[in-house]
């Protein structure tokens, strides 16, 4: 994959995750021009807030964890990283254990944190608990996903061991985690344990 590609790839990425919530924007208020019952008034006023709200929390956590966040060298809060996690699975199926200290963090191991967490998310079609711990005297982690049915696609750990595969807008995160991971040398693994999956760097 060449670095063209892999930016494309990761735009497309973006597009496909806003395009959802924002489309349900669109919708809801394109009901709120047409309707006149209340109560159907109030529900298309939820779905656009909710919808709205979803949008700016994913916008939010791709702008940190796929974007520059910040200049060479900067360091990012756990605090705010936990805030925009938070923010990027409410509501859904999942949910979130975090007990990172309010600590800063170098900035590409702060994102390759965020980036972890997406896969260990993906890991449960069904939802469940992410787990996610991290080292007081250093950087490193270690997140465990659990969760019915949950499980790692093989294209998944082949990316994260840095093995070449033909990727679309979905399976290039991975490879961004992959890169992240060799940057920091976080010797990062993935392992699929009796009912949850272990992502651990550092």
């Known amino acids: 994959m060449t670095d063209l590609e892999f930016s494309a790839f990761l735009v497309s990425r973006v597009c496909h995750d806003l395009v959802g919530p924002l489309g349900a924007v669109v919708n809801g208020l394109e009901v709120l021009e047409d309707e006149r019952d209340a109560a159907m008034r109030a ?4 779905i656009v807030t909710s919808s709205a709200e979803q949008a700016l929390a994913r916008l939010q956590f791709m702008r940190i964890a796929f974007g520059a966040a910040g200049s060479a060298g900067a360091e990012l809060d756990l605090g705010e990283v936990g805030r925009l996690v938070h923010g990027l699975i409410s509501g859904g199926r999942t949910s979130i254990e975090w007990e990172p200290a309010n600590v800063q963090w170098p900035k590409d191991w702060a994102k390759l944190l965020m980036n972890a967490i997406l896969i260990a998310v993906d890991c449960m079609p069904r939802g469940g608990v992410v787990r996610v711990q991290t080292r007081a005297e250093a950087p490193g982690f270690t997140i465990t996903a659990t969760g019915t049915g949950v499980r790692v696609s093989e294209d998944v750990t082949r990316a994260l061991r840095g093995e070449v ?18 940057g920091v040398n976080a010797g990062l693994t993935i392992t699929p344990r009796e009912g949850f999956v272990e992502i651990v760097a550092g």
Do not use: C, E, M, Y
């Open 43 to 46: 529900d298309a006023l939820k």
């Open 165 to 182: 595969l033909d990727h679309d807008a979905r399976g290039v995160q991975p490879v961004l985690t992959f890169r992240l991971a060799k």
